[in-house]
Every structure is written in C-alpha cells, then in structure tokens.
C-alpha cells in the first residue's frame, strides 16, 4: 500500500504555527514512508477564501522546505481545489439520496437559532432536533417546486461509532450526540465534513494527519465513510499547539504566523526542525536535526499526546544552532535585504560590502538567532549609528566620561590612534598596551574605557574584532557616513573634556 496523506488548508488567512506544523509532520511521515503527499485547498468558504492567500500559503510551505507530489499545479487526483469539485460533491449527495442516507432539510435560520437558544438553556450540546427527518416526499417535492431551496442532511443512526486514533489510542463516541449534520447548503455548497470525505476517498488517502481540534469531526466523517462504502483511512489527530502561557495561540504570543520568522530571517530549516519538536522528539535525544535527519527519524509513535508549547526562547536557541552551522555566503544574501529594508544598506550592494558583512555575520552568528537579530544588534548600532552626543543620554556612559581616571585613558588612546592610517587587529594592539604604560592601568580599567572611546557604549562585542569592522566600514558608503576610529577617538576624547 502507498502511503497517501494530505495537508488541506482553508485560504482565508496565512498559514500560523499549528497549521504549519500539522503541514510538516504529515510531510515528514510521508517522505519517511515514500508515499505521496498531497496539497489540498479546501475553499468552500467562498467568501473568506481568496486567491493571495492560496499563493500565500504555497509560498510558505516552499520556504519551509516542503515539497508536494500532487496539488493545485500538478497531479492527476484532482481538480485539488474544492470549490472545483462540486460536481463531485453532487454526485456524491446523489448516490446517498438513492440509498436514503440523506434527507432534504427546510428549516429556516430563525428556527436553528431558536432550536439552538433552547439546547444551550437547557445545558445540552445544540444538536439538530430531527424535525425534517420524515417529511412526505410529496411535501418535499411540492416545496421544492415551489422554489424552496432546502439543505441536505445526513441521517445519524443509533449506535456507537469507534476507531483507533494512531496517537491518542482506541476512541469511542455514542452517535446519539451527534446531530443529523447538513452536508449541502441550500446553495448547493458542500459542508467541511462532506467534502473532506469525499475527496478523501477519491484521493484515495490513506491517513489523516490533523490537529485535535477535528477529533469531534472524525465520527461524523467515519458514518459518512461507510454510508459512501469506502474503507477509512487511519487517523492521527496531533495534541494542539499553545502559548508559553498554555493558553490557545494568539496574536499577544507575538510571532505566531510562518511569514513572520521569515520575514525576520529566520532560517527555514530551523523552522522546520522547531515545528517538528512540537510534540514529537527524536529517539536519539538530539534537539537540532537537519531535515533529511528529520525525514529518516520521525514516527508518529513518537508523537505524545499533550499539548506542544511555542517556546520562543527555545525557539530562538533551536534557530541559533542552525544558524551557526549554515553557510556564510548565504546568510549574507539573506540579510541583505533585511539590511536594505532597514535603511542600514544602500542598493546596489558592492563587494566590498559584502566581505564587511562575512565579517560581521562571523563576529555575531554565534550570539542571534536571525538575520534581523543582526540588524538590531547593539553592534549594529556601534558600526553604523555612532553618535557621541546621544550617547551621553546613557547615564553609565555619562558616569565614565566624567571619571577622571577614565577620561585619562580615552585621551591618551585617541592621542595614539593614526589619523592617517586605520587601526587593524595589530596597531588597536599596540595602542592599547601604549595607552596602558602611559596610564598605569590594565584589565578593565584600561578596556571599558577605550570601548567607550570607540563606540559610546559599556558593552558590545569583543574590541579587536570590532575595531577592523569600524574602519572597514568607514571606507565604505552607507546610507549616513561612519566615522572611523580615529574620529570616534577622538570626538569622544573632546566629550570627555568638557566639563559634564
Ligand atoms: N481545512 C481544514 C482545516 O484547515 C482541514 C481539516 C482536515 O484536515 O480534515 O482545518
């Protein structure tokens, strides 16, 4: 048997953390499987469906590094859009009227809200109250020649309906609470439930991979199945996805749509490699897997049953590993237009530019988790938005610079620096240790001061790795000119001067 899943996304909004995940644990129990993994697009909600949502959404799935075997622009299955299938959904209806499966229903709106006002006073779950169940068929057909336009349902019988969920176990629902459920609107619209069978069985899909929020469905879906004759597929219903603060996702979590951590630059790989941490874990213990290892590792079996949590903390750490293991070349075309967008880079981009930002991805790789991390690094701020008089808004700043054992150092440094010469690895040396002597200090008394005289903070990156990154980078054009270290030496040297 070939291994048949599908991803079946509704387009009326872009694609969110739970969503994305159930999309990757069923790509990645599909590839494990070498079966075919299908991309559905589930549009019956004419209105809230459109077309840049469906582009959308494929956009994300690719960024995320997943690949369909059959969807919207390949596959003989199809059409793969359901608002393309409604001859399919017709066909369908039809062979369970024959059978007496389904019914023709004309309750009106106002008498499913008042069926439904009664349910909920009377603390019951609203259930369709049978009401069309055994209406004459010449009344149907009198009504309906009268240009009534009714909804189908489907008939429920007593009993009990049971299956084997392949992670939450043997799974049992008395059908009696279930409602007769509409499966075609009176305009002709097929409901989630039909639809989703039907195609299901026409894509002949052999396991259902899902959020837990449609383990109610399953039980309707599962009579649907045997009413249209066709075998099920197994089920798997994955444990939802949550907040830190175990409360269903929403926007106050901040980053909870797949488009916001790419447009942050994050790597998609991490991404993915985080998703599948939502609820499932490697049997060898490892947290950070590349996705081919995910491929060869995952297993629904592994698959616990309570709730994943969005950690943005673990998050972050899961997408820093991945971030040091990747290749430099392609950070840097990564940042580049997140550097662009900022205002921190000017088009066209020189290749000079580009060998200023290998060095700066090296120097701050180890410490973001992405490429905009680097953009509101405090060392971005050092290379590109020295501003002295700013800086004395920083009341630690301000404290050194009124030290006369500081201001001592910071003017005999900017007094060693060459003004017509930039400072390398080797002359930052020699300065230091010069200024050093001259003052008779060392360690932090003589380092914090000649930080502050370079960049007009108390902290940042290691000194002799960002001194050539100044130098380097005030030869080069930027959107506003960055002062070398000479010239940061010594407009800090004349702050320090004046009486604060
Ligand atoms: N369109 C449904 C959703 O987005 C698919 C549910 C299913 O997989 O059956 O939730």
Known sequence: MTVRTRFAPSPTGRLHVGNARTAVFNWLFTRRAGGRFIL???????????????????????????????????????PYRQSERRDRYEAAFRRLLEKGEVYYCFCTPEQREADRGRDLKEGRPPRYPGR????????????????????????????TVEFEDLIRGPIAFDSRQIGDPVILRGDGWPTYNFAVVVDDVEMEITH???????????????????ALGAAPPRFAHLPLVLGPDHAPLSKRHGDTSLWQYQEKGYLPEAILNYLALLGWSSPT???????????????????????????????????????????????????????????????????????????????????VSSLSQIRDSDAMDILLRFNPENSLSDPEVRKDLGDPRCREVIRTFASLVPSDSPLDAQTYKQAAQETGKRTGTKGRDLYHPIRVALTARVSGPELVKLVPLI??????????PVPGCFDRATSIANLAGEAL
Not at 294 to 304: P, Y
């Open 132 to 159: 069309c169940r055994e209406l004459p068929a010449e009344e149907v057909s009198r009504r309906m020649f009268a240009g009534e336009r009714p909804a189908a349902r489907f008939r429920i019988l007593e009993g």
């Open 285 to 367: 213990g490892k947290e950070i897997l590349s996705p081919e290892e995910l491929v060869a590792e995952f297993d629904l079996e592994r698959v616990g049953r309570a709730a994943g949590v969005l950690d943005p903390v673990k998050l972050d750490w899961v997408a820093n590993q991945h971030l040091r293991r990747a290749e430099i070349n392609r950070l840097v075309d990564l940042a580049i237009p997140i550097l662009e967008a900022g205002g921190e880079l000017k088009s066209p981009v020189s290749p000079g530019h580009r060998a200023w930002l290998i060095s700066l991805l090296d120097l701050l790789k180890p410490s």
């Open 40 to 78: 559905r697009i589930e549009d019956t909600d004419q209105e809230r469906s459109t077309r840049e949502f469906e582009a959308g959404i494929l956009a994300e799935l690719r960024w995320l590094g997943l690949d369909w075997d059959e969807g919207v622009d390949s596959g003989d299955s199809g």
């Open 471 to 480: 130098e380097e980078a005030s030869r080069l054009e930027f959107p506003s």
């Open 208 to 226: 259902v991979i899902r959020g837990e929020d449609h383990i109610t469905n399953t039980p309707r879906q599962l009579l649907l199945y045997r």
